[in-house]
Nanobody
Framework: QVQLVESGGGLVQPGGSLRLSCVAS????????MGWYRQAPGKQRELVATINRGGSTNYASSVRGRFTISRDTTKNTVDLQMSSLKPEDTAVYFCKIQANVGDTYWGQGTRVTVSS
C-alpha cells in the first residue's frame, strides 16, 4: 500500500507565493516520476509540473517561470514552489507518483485559492 499526503495549500493574494509538499510512504521500493497536477472547478485535471528520477523537469506553459518543482529521493518527497500566483491558478492540486513496477498513485489533493 502506498500513501501520498499533500500539504501547503491555502488562500493567497494575487502575486503571492505558496509551497506545496507531498510525501510518499508505505510499500515503496522505487519511485520513477513525480509530479503535480491541478483541477479547477468545472475543468479537467491538468499537468502542472513533473520531475523524473534524474531530476529532469517539465512544466505546463502556463506556470513555466513561476513554479518550481523539486524532489528529495531520500525522503520520497516532491515540492512545488509557486510564485507570482494568479487567480487562474486556483484549483485543487494533486500529487502523483509512478513507483515500484510503474504503478500510478495519487494524493487526495490540497486546495489553492488565489484571491484578493
Amino acid at each position: 500500500q502506498v500513501q501520498l499526503v499533500e500539504s501547503g495549500g491555502g488562500l493567497v493574494q494575487p502575486g503571492g507565493s505558496l509551497r506545496l509538499s507531498c510525501v510518499a510512504s508505505g510499500s515503496i521500493y522505487r519511485i520513477f516520476n513525480m509530479g503535480w497536477y491541478r483541477q479547477a472547478p468545472g475543468k479537467q485535471r491538468e499537468l502542472v509540473a513533473t520531475i523524473n528520477r534524474g531530476g529532469s523537469t517539465n512544466y505546463a506553459s502556463s506556470v513555466r517561470g513561476r513554479f518550481t518543482i523539486s524532489r528529495d529521493t531520500t525522503k520520497n518527497t516532491v515540492d512545488l514552489q509557486m510564485s507570482s500566483l494568479k487567480p487562474e491558478d486556483t484549483a485543487v492540486y494533486f500529487c502523483k507518483i509512478q513507483a515500484n513496477v510503474g504503478d500510478t498513485y495519487w494524493g487526495q489533493g490540497t486546495r489553492v485559492t488565489v484571491s484578493s
